[in-house]
């Protein structure tokens, strides 16, 4: 599948910024479904001293199999490094949170928060069917539009006070937020960083995630359609 070309996109950007987020938004929901092969660093910041595993991914290799360690080398991989990159691998469709063709589906209408020459930041009203009314009303979420790009730069979701996703689980804080670049085929918005941050306390226990995912190296392929999911399915 061919990308439309959006080298010209800042040229046809409407000035409006609400305007300008509502097309990018739109625009993303055609490239959506273009496949990539990229390499992946991921990396645990809660860990002392912390360690970035790189991996590269390929839709075009076999199902189960489409992550290849690259550093450490498969060799080098330690009996928990293996089991890890085994959990990695069941995902056969990684490539798919790419582009933010998903973003429309869901958010309800954005509301300007912020707005300079460069940026206009977005806040948006989450409106997944699955989420429990104390997560919906304990996090907030935004987005940044770089306007002279035209695309979204970031987004974000943060928590503004304590919940608990589950009766076992309380989450006391919690932020997540992904930034894009044009760095894709004919300057495409593609994720180029990941990160999340948790702590909380699940089955009594205390615990606190700190995670860095970072990409590049994207190349456009040929292969398969990614798997289509259940309705509600994430």
Known sequence: MLIAASAAQAETTPADPLRAF?????????????????TMGYTDLAKNPDKTYVVRFDPNLPVGARFTPI???????????????????????ADGA?????????????????????????????????????MRDAIEARATLDRAGGYVSEIEIRSIK????????????????????PVGPNGLP????????????AMLKSFR???????????AVNAPPREKKASGEK
């Open 22 to 38: 509502e097309a990018t938004v739109a625009r993303a929901k055609n490239e959506g479904e273009q496949r990539f092969a990229f």
């Open 71 to 93: 550093d450490p080398p498969p060799a080098a991989l330690t009996r928990d490094e293996r089991k890890a990159l085994e959990k990695l691998s069941a995902d056969n469709d």
């Open 98 to 134: 790419l582009v933010y063709d998903g973003l429309a589906d869901e958010i309800e209408t954005p509301t300007i928060e912020s707005e300079t020459a460069s940026a206009a930041v977005f806040r948006l009203a989450l409106d997944g069917p699955d989420m429990a009314a104390e």
């Open 162 to 181: 304590p919940f608990k996703p589950a009766a076992i689980a309380r989450i006391a804080t919690m932020r997540q937020s992904q930034r894009f670049a």
């Open 190 to 201: 593609i994720l180029i960083e990941a990160r999340s941050s948790v702590e909380g306390k």
């Open 209 to 219: 995630q700190d995670v860095k995912i970072t990409y590049s190296d994207f190349v």
